[in-house]
């Protein structure tokens, strides 16, 4: 079985703001790959990243970066300066083995001008 | 890039009524497609699993005779939501896999906003 928990269930920040969105998963599956998704209000999924469980290096994408460290099996989103037009859903979701997709909870971002 | 589109995008109908939502894979051909039911702040739950040509596999919960797929061609699914209730009123988001890439791959449609009156 496959899992993945976003504790954080509501962010609210100020804009300029860095923000960590934290993704922990688990998988018994040496290969696996890791996503994180947008959910703006439209509801349209953005996708934003993915991973492969041998890639550990960290990414950046302009005001985007993701830090994948599989010894505490966490892939952890930040978001540099922040703005308001980030304000949404983000999902992180983990797809291994034979198993479809499983998403998290989401954690909403509310960023405030 | 690999687009899904899903139509309607958002659909008003009665108790009782049956509603059909068709998802399709625009510049790719999907093998499998996928259903996903959202509610109101929460995660996107996967109803179903369709292959082209063979029955859909329901996950645990979801009523098949209630959700009925179909996935007739490689660009094609729909989902027609039958004898609608209230509690039936849902985000609806399909996703497709492309044929030719990893299994792990799927590209999501923009959603279809379902309430039932």
């Known amino acids: 079985a496959q899992k993945v928990t976003q504790a954080q269930t509501e962010i609210s920040v100020v804009e300029k703001e860095d923000v960590t969105l934290d993704c922990v998963y688990e998988t018994r599956d040496t290969t696996y790959y890791l996503f994180w998704y947008k959910q703006p209000p439209s509801g349209e999924l953005v996708f934003l990243i993915r991973?492969?469980?041998?890639?550990?290096q960290n990414e950046i994408s302009g005001r985007y970066s993701w830090n994948f460290q599989k010894s505490t099996s966490s892939f952890n989103f930040t978001i540099t300066a922040s703005q308001v037009v980030d304000s949404a859903v983000y999902f992180c979701a983990l797809a291994s083995g034979y198993s479809t997709l499983t998403f998290g909870k989401g954690t909403m971002l509310l960023v405030s001008p | 890039g690999a687009v899904v589109s899903q139509h309607p995008s958002w659909v008003i109908c009665k108790s009782g009524t049956s509603v059909k939502i068709e998802c399709r894979s625009l510049?790719?051909?999907?093998?499998?497609m996928f259903w996903y039911r959202q509610f109101p702040k929460q995660s996107l739950m996967l109803m179903a699993t369709?292959?082209?040509?063979?029955?859909?596999?329901?996950e645990q919960g979801v009523e098949k005779d209630k959700f009925l797929i179909n996935h007739a061609s490689l660009t094609l699914s729909t989902l027609t939501v039958t004898s609608a209730h209230p509690e039936d009123s849902s985000f609806y988001i399909c996703?497709?896999?492309?044929?030719?890439?990893?299994?792990?791959?799927?590209?999501f449609g923009p959603g279809t906003r379902l309430t039932v009156t």
């Open positions: 996703s497709a896999r492309d044929h030719g890439t990893s299994r792990y791959e799927q590209y």
């Open positions: 991973r492969n469980s041998f890639d550990e």
């Open positions: 369709s292959n082209e040509g063979s029955k859909a596999t329901y």
């Open positions: 510049d790719f051909q999907a093998t499998t």
